[in-house]
Nanobody, 129 residues
Framework: QVRLAESGGGSVQAGGSLRLSCEFS????????IGWFRQTPGREREGVAL?????????YYTTSVKDRFTASQDTTNNVLSLVMNDLKPEDSAMYYC?????????????????????WGQGTQVTVSS
């Protein structure tokens, strides 16, 4: 059984930083896509960063977080991380890690949350101005 569990959310002032972690278990890393999504009430879930499951760095970032957020994967301990710097109020959202097997990442999947099979429970990030 595949399980994803996020941690590390919280509240921070604009310009601050947070680090999110997602622990994977039961996932087959041979040929899949993993990454981070976020969602605010009333809006579609949006992709933040995606990487092939065999990679340690992302292939794709959404434009609004590029140069501020850094995703990485510790393949030894099966942990996906997201370091978020220079946070802005518009970054406030519930952040989810997600995974799919038998599919490498494609940029279009940043806008295709339905392409992902496995999801964590989410962790809230709130940025105040």
């Amino acid at each position: 059984q595949v399980r994803l569990a996020e941690s590390g959310g919280g509240s921070v002032q604009a310009g601050g930083s947070l680090r999110l972690s997602c622990e994977f278990s039961g996932y087959n890393y041979n040929d899949g896509c993993i990454g981070w999504f976020r969602q605010t009430p009333g809006r579609e879930r949006e992709g933040v960063a995606l990487m092939d499951s065999t990679s340690t760095v992302p292939e794709y970032y959404t434009t609004s977080v590029k140069d501020r957020f850094t995703a990485s994967q510790d393949t030894t301990n099966n942990v996906l991380s997201l370091v978020m710097n220079d946070l802005k109020p518009e970054d406030s959202a519930m952040y989810y890690c997600a995974a799919v097997q038998d599919s490498w990442c494609y940029r279009r999947m940043l806008n295709q949350p339905d392409a992902f099979t496995y999801w964590g429970q989410g962790t809230q990030v709130t940025v105040s101005s």
